[in-house]
């Protein structure tokens, strides 16, 4: 893994914020912030960006009590605004109507349901605020097809996108961030004792020496990985189209 200057990625990440939202004509940026470290790095170099126009909603939905105290432990830390929204009873409703449905347990799908109820908050304070909603995916989630569709991957623009995870734990160091949230197990806190590694199997370390090196002595780990990386593309490209007109050439005939 190459040596990377963490202050000049952070002063980059910081001004490639800026030009984002003022390309996009808005005012600033809002993050969810879930305790990680992900979105601990991401919430630092936002406030950064915009001191004064930058907030952290925190969603506990059906989630540990200790997301919520790291989130509020980010925000001291960094001074950056944020509130709390409760969406345990929204999620609980919702999955209670859809199981009249169909009464089964998945616990993926009913997990996903979290990540889109957060984004649905996120964008209307962001419709309300004119901001931007600033993802905090990694490149080794993003790789891997590690994030919710239309969920957690469903943003604005996603300042961590070009970093795989071990990079992030030290820009995590870079920008000061509480020890604890760096060395915590990172987890989508889909459901109760969830942790990122153990779902896919693989840990990011392996992950990550994949993206860098391309090559890993582990077959085992390789191949789960490319399995992974082709079973997740639908997630990262965009709706697929029929074509104008090769639709128009068949309807001809």
Known sequence: MAELNYAEVVDHLVNWIKKRVEKAGKKGGIVGLSGGIDSSVTAALLKRAFPENSFGLIMPCCSSPLDKQDAYLVSDKINMKAEEVDLNETFATMLSELKNIDPGEDKVAAGNIKPRLRMTALYYLANRWDYLVVGTGNKSELVTGYFTKYGDGAVDISPLASLVKTEVRELARELDIPE??????????????????????????????????????????????????????????????????????????
């Open 180 to 253: 604890s949230i760096i060395e915590r197990r990172p987890s989508a806190g889909l459901w109760e004792g969830q942790t990122d590694e153990e779902e896919m199997g693989l840990s990011y370390e392996k992950i990550d020496e994949y993206i860098l090196e391309e090559e890993i002595e582990d077959e085992e780990a390789k191949e789960k990985i490319k399995e992974l990386e082709n079973s997740s593309r639908h997630k990262v490209n965009t709706p697929p189209l029929p074509e104008r007109d090769k639709l128009l050439e068949k309807a001809k005939n």
